[in-house]
């Protein structure tokens, strides 16, 4: 189902979308951020902590979005996804890891009541395929899809989500991209698969 027939909004990981470019590139404090009461975070401190796993949580967010016009905070769905093991956190350390797919596809269903399917190994014919049908991918792709006239430099280690495709042009919304091209973004297939790590998970 091409995305451009559904009323997709583009939500963002980092509070203020027009920071992430200094935030990913240039060093900028993430915690120096105006808005960052808005995704719900208690404090700047724990915005700091979290705002740079939440690509997923930001991906969530929009396919809620999209089918009422309401959903919770980045923070509360955080929140819920914590309480059901799809993030961890190593207390010695502070290591975050996650997004854990398979609590995640819990969560999602028990309390969001969308389907969610944890996808391991998913093959880009079979990433097409989802989309014909009407779903919605969650894909792992690596962070620099924001900037594809690049080479890759590797495959996986961020969530988009694939919300449709025309043909041989896939489209999806990147939540941590530097510039509104990046954020609301399409790619040839051939080029989407350079970053795409072959896994995922899908939305009703």
């Not at 979290?50 to 929140?79: I, K, N, Q, V, Y």
């Not at 190994?121 to 049908?133: E, F, I, M, Y």
Request: charged share 20%.
């Amino acid at each position: 189902m091409p995305d451009l027939i559904l009323p997709f909004p583009t939500v963002t990981q980092y509070a203020s979308p027009d920071l992430i470019a200094g935030i990913v590139y240039d060093g900028h404090d993430r915690g120096n951020d105006p808005r960052w009461a808005e995704t719900g975070a208690p404090d700047p401190d724990t915005y700091r902590t979290w705002c740079g796993h939440m690509c997923g949580m930001a991906c969530l967010r929009m396919a809620l979005l999209a089918r009422t016009g309401a959903a919770p905070t980045l923070f509360e769905l955080l929140d819920g996804a914590r309480k059901y093991g799809a993030y961890t956190e190593d207390a010695d350390t502070g290591t975050i890891r996650g997004l854990i797919y398979a609590p995640f596809a819990q969560y999602v269903q028990d309390v969001h009541r969308l389907h969610a399917d944890v996808h391991p190994t998913l093959t880009v014919p079979d990433l097409l395929d989802l989309l014909d049908s009407g779903r919605l991918v969650m894909a792992s792709v690596h962070k620099e899809i924001r900037r594809p006239e690049n080479p890759a430099p590797g495959k996986g280690g961020h969530l988009v989500l694939v919300t449709g495709r025309q043909g041989d042009t896939v489209h999806f919304r990147n939540p941590s991209g530097d510039t509104e091209r990046a954020r609301t973004a399409h790619l040839p297939v051939t080029d989407f698969a350079e970053f795409f790590a072959s896994r995922g998970v899908s939305l009703s």
